[in-house]
C-alpha cells in the first residue's frame, strides 16, 4: 500500500499534467469551409503543357462580383463546363484526397481529385477536375503571414485583394511556395478567399499555411485559473491526509 505522501504526490502529479496539457493547447483563429466543383476535362483553360509558376494571369487583383478576374471562372456554375461537387459546401477534412485540416492550414499535398469518396473510385482526371471556393474568417491580434502552394492555380485575397498569386500549371512538389509576406492588418474581422482549380491530368494539390492565425492568448494560463487550480489541489491534498489519518486510526 502507497504511503500517504506518495498517494498525494501522484495525485498532484496527474491533477498538473491535466492543467497544463489543457492550457498550452493553442486555440486557432482560423477555420475554413469550401464550396467544392468539378470542371469538364478538356473545357477551355483545362489541359495544355506544364508551364510552371505563372503571376499575373489574373486581369485584376481586386475580387469582381465575389471571384477573382479568370478568363474561365472555374468557381461557379455559371461556367457550364462547371458543375457542383458531391461534397457541396464543406470544411477541408481528409476525408478526401489525403488532405489533414491542422493548426490553421490547409493540406492536400497529392491526389486531390474530383468526385466525392465512392462516387469516384479511380480518383484520377480522367473524367473531371477539381476547383475550390474556400472562404474564412480571422482576427489576428498581431502579423500575419499567408504561404501558399498548388498544383494547379491557387489565389488568395484578403479583404478582396489579391495577397498571394499562385497561379499557372504546375506540379506542387517543384514549384516555389508563394507568400504574401508579414500583414499587419487592421482591428476586427477580416475576410480570406482561397480559389483552388486542377487543370491538368498530372496530379492534383493545394497547400496554405498561415503564420500567425494561432490564438496566442490560450497558450499561458490565466492568474485566476492558476489561483483556482493551486487552491483545488491543496483542499484535495489535506481531505485526502485527513481520511488516511482516521483509516490509520480505526485500524489501530
Not at 1 to 23: D, E, I, N, Q
Not at 55 to 63: F, I, P, R
Request: overall charge neutral; glycine content about 12%.
Amino acid at each position: 500500500m502507497k504511503s500517504p505522501r506518495a498517494l498525494f504526490v501522484a495525485l498532484s502529479l496527474t491533477l498538473l499534467a491535466g492543467f497544463v496539457g489543457f492550457t498550452v493547447s493553442s486555440a486557432f483563429a482560423i477555420s475554413f469551409t469550401g464550396e467544392y466543383f468539378n470542371i469538364a476535362n478538356g473545357a477551355p483553360g483545362t489541359g495544355g503543357p506544364i508551364l510552371g509558376l505563372q503571376t499575373g494571369l489574373l486581369s485584376s487583383t481586386v475580387l469582381a462580383g465575389g471571384f477573382p478576374a479568370f478568363p474561365q471562372n472555374f468557381w461557379s456554375t455559371s461556367n457550364p463546363q462547371v458543375t457542383k461537387d458531391d461534397l457541396g459546401i464543406a470544411a477541408p477534412t481528409g476525408a478526401n484526397g489525403g488532405g489533414v485540416h491542422t493548426d490553421a492550414a490547409i493540406n492536400f499535398p497529392a491526389n486531390f481529385f474530383a468526385g466525392s469518396v465512392g462516387t469516384n473510385a479511380a480518383r484520377n482526371d480522367d473524367t473531371f477536375y477539381r476547383s475550390v471556393h474556400w472562404t474564412s474568417l480571422v482576427s489576428p491580434s498581431g502579423p500575419v503571414t499567408f504561404t501558399l502552394q498548388a498544383d494547379d492555380h491557387a489565389w488568395l485575397f484578403l479583404d478582396g485583394v489579391l495577397r498571394v498569386d499562385d497561379g499557372g500549371v504546375k506540379g506542387i512538389a517543384v514549384a516555389p511556395a508563394q507568400s504574401s509576406g508579414a500583414l499587419v492588418l487592421g482591428a476586427g474581422t477580416h475576410t480570406l478567399d482561397l480559389f483552388f482549380a486542377d487543370v491538368h491530368t498530372s496530379n492534383s494539390g493545394v497547400i496554405l499555411s498561415c503564420l500567425g492565425c494561432a490564438d496566442a492568448l490560450s497558450d499561458a494560463p490565466e492568474p485566476t485559473s492558476l489561483l483556482l487550480f493551486g487552491t483545488t489541489l491543496l483542499g484535495l491534498g489535506v481531505l485526502i491526509r485527513r481520511r488516511i489519518r482516521r483509516r490509520v486510526k480505526q485500524a489501530t
